[in-house]
Structure formats: C-alpha cells, structure tokens
C-alpha cells in the first residue's frame, strides 16, 4: 500500500474515533450537558442544570497513585542511571502523568521515539493524544505496522494541515495543499520498527483500542445531574412554604402612594397585613428533599461498587469515624486496580525505552526483554508502618539496604546519594554488609571496626 494510502485510511479511523473521544473529554471536564432533563422539568430551568464531576474523580483517584520512579536491567539491582536521565531530560516526570491520564479518559494514549538532533545521546520520547493520532495494530503480533499523527491549525478552523506518518523503516512529514497531502521531509531511521508505542487502558483480546476508564460511571453521572437539577427545581418552587391569600382584590398590593407592591417584595415576606378584613391568609408546608439527597446517595454507591473507590472518596461518611484497617480494607479495590493498570502501562514505557536504546546504540543488548519499569508503591501505608516493615526484612538479610531505600518510595536520584553516602562511610559499609549476608543478629568485634575505622 503506497504511503498516501495508508495516511488516508489512518486518517478516516481518527476521525471515526474523535466525536467518541471529545465525548470523553466533555465527562471529564464536566461540561457535558444532558440531552433529557425529565419531562416534568420546563426548559426555563434549564439555567439550573447542576453537572457532578464523578468520572473525574474516577480517574483522577486512579491516576494519582502511578508514578514511575525508574527502569531497571536485566541483573541489576538498582535502576539505569541513562535510562532515567532520559527520563529527565524529557520531562516525563510532567509529561508522563499526562500520558497516563490520557490513556484512562480516552482508553488510548501513544508514547513516539525519535533522535534528537540538540542531544544526539538522548532519544526523544513524547507523549500524544489519541484525539490526534492513531494507530494499525497487527492483530497477530500485536506490533504497530503504521501511524499517523495530525497537527490541526486553528486559523484554519481546527482542520489538519499537517502530519506525520510513522513506518517501520521512514517517517515521513506532509503538509496539507489545496490538491491534498504534499510529503516535505522524509526521515529513513530504518529502525525495523515503528518508532510509536499504544498506552492502553482496559484491554481486551478482541479489542486492542482500549476503554476509558470512565465507562461504567457515565450513566449514572447522568442520572445523579437530573436528580441535582430537579432538586434545583424543588428547592427554587417548594423548599420555601409558600403563602396563600383568599378574598383580596389587586388594591390589597400597593404602597401608600397607590403603587403596585414588587412581586419580590411580597414573595421574601414584605406583605404582613391586608386591609381587607374578609381576606384570609394562609402557608402550605415545605417539601421534604430528602427524597432527592437519598437518591443521589444511591447513585454515589453504585459508583462507588463499580469504579472501587471507597465510600468516603464520594461523600458517604458515618457518625463513627473508620478505623485505619477500615479505611485500608476501602481502598484495596482502588489499588488492585492502580497495579493492573501498572502492570498494562509498564510494558508501553519498558518498550519505549528499548525504541530510545535502539535509535542510540544501533541494536539491543541480549537481555533487553527482561528490562522491567519499577513504580512507586499504589498503596498508602503509614511511613512509619513501613519504615518498621523495611527495618526488619534488613535486619534479618532478606533485603539488601539499597532495595529496602526503593520500598521506602526513595526517588532514583536520593537512593544513588545515598550510596554514595554509604561508599564514603566504613562503618557504613560493615553494616550494609552486614545486612546484606546474615540471615541473624550478629555481634561486631570492636577490634574489627577499629581496624575498618582506621582503612
């Protein structure tokens, strides 16, 4: 298939794709509105439509606990210090929280590999948006045989003017022409692969595009917005008891001056007294909205069971407050679901690396498959809880110090300070090695730390 081919068939997928996307973006940024408000609703109180925000918040809560904190080699027990230096050097500390967020609001986002003509030894590692770019995925090897990425000018009414086609030996660039695509720049990386790694939320055998993690909450964010804006409503015609006047004529309503009393000021209570004395004043009594509040409770549950965000995330909250065991047992859902999607967005990133390796080195290291990304612990212990946990697995030669400085959350960087720290100290030293080889509390010969002292 000829490259113009394959960019225009990539391109009618991403616009097939997009109004499902912009959908997508619309629930998270709480801007989608409501097709149908009820039939009792007048569309006059439309202006009170109330939108609640409960697939951000599904999202967010689940994007907060993935933070990758290096990557590590094949017999090493520490993490690359390349590897995270590109890292750095691109910004993926920011950038990768966005490629993650992505991947759960739109099921999809894409990470691309390329050189770098400012730093030849650090490859450029970018995340993308699956509202621009798209991919063909070879169902049998499950490798990416072609993308495309668009870049759309908003002088031009946001429509495409330019693109970038990604192949497993070129990438070639076009700009948009009045007779179509034109190719300007052609790049023969001749990486054998497509330089383009899918992010994917929520996988299935028979669809590799992914599903947002919004998806089992938008109904019911929908219903929770009609049941707010009826009660809206409710609270605007029936929360405040209304009065009623039998027997008075239009004279009854004005001032001293015989002009007509304010509609508002009769409404907030300005009217006390009538001059008529055959005239009967009377109150009807509030609605009850309770009837709102525990359908809107309702939903919150529901949300609650399918996205595993505990109760209290949403607002349900008991006179007696949880226990930390309680609110430990709440969240297991919530971070077995953050080491899935640890587990299905390591090997995007781990793959990316192997892409920045290729495009630096010319060719992979025998044991490149067994590169691992390492991430930060999903679960909120207490850090003396663990600090305490990490202490004994040390004490008792199960854990070396410098994996007991990575299960305390220490950043890449402060553990190779650390060590270094370590290297500098004898006394350090003895003991880390210590730690490392007894399996049992060892007594020191004080004349043997005098003679280490004194190395």
Sequence with gaps: MADLDVLHDLRRRLQTRSSRVRRLDAYYDGTQRLAALGLGLPPEMRRLQVVVN??????DSLEERLDVEGFRLADTADTDARLWSWWQANNLDEESSLAHLEALVAGRAFLTVGPNEDQ????????????SMV?????????????????????HGGAARSA????????????????GWRPVDTIEHRLGQV?????????????RDGRSEMADVTGLTDAACRTLTNLQGAQELLAVPQRYVLGATREDFVDEDGNPIPAWEAYIGRILALGDPDAKVGQFTAADLRN????????????????????????LVSENPASADAIRSAEARLVKRAERRTRAFSGAWEQAMRLGILIIDGDLPADAARLEAVWRDPSTPTYAAKADAVAKLVAVGILPPSVAWEELGYTAEKRRQLADAASDDPLARLM???????????????????EVLSA
């Design 54 to 59: 409960w697939p951000r918040l599904v999202v």
């Design 120 to 131: 030849p030894d650090v490859p450029v590692i970018t995340p993308e948006s699956a509202r």
């Design 195 to 207: 330089p383009v790694v899918p992010l994917v939320n929520r996988a299935r055998l028979a669809d």
């Design 164 to 179: 970038t086609l990604y192949l497993p030996d070129r990438t070639v660039f076009y700009d948009r022409v009045s007779a």
């Design 292 to 315: 709102f509040t525990e359908v809107i409770n309702a939903y919150a549950r529901l949300v609650s069971a399918l996205s595993g965000l505990p109760p209290h995330f949403l607002g």
């Design 432 to 450: 880390a090695t210590v730690g490392a080889t007894d399996t049992e509390p060892t007594t020191t010969d004080p004349s043997t730390t005098s």
């Design 135 to 155: 991919a063909d995925i070879d169902p049998r090897t499950r490798r990416v045989r072609a993308a495309l990425r668009l870049y759309n000018a908003p002088e």
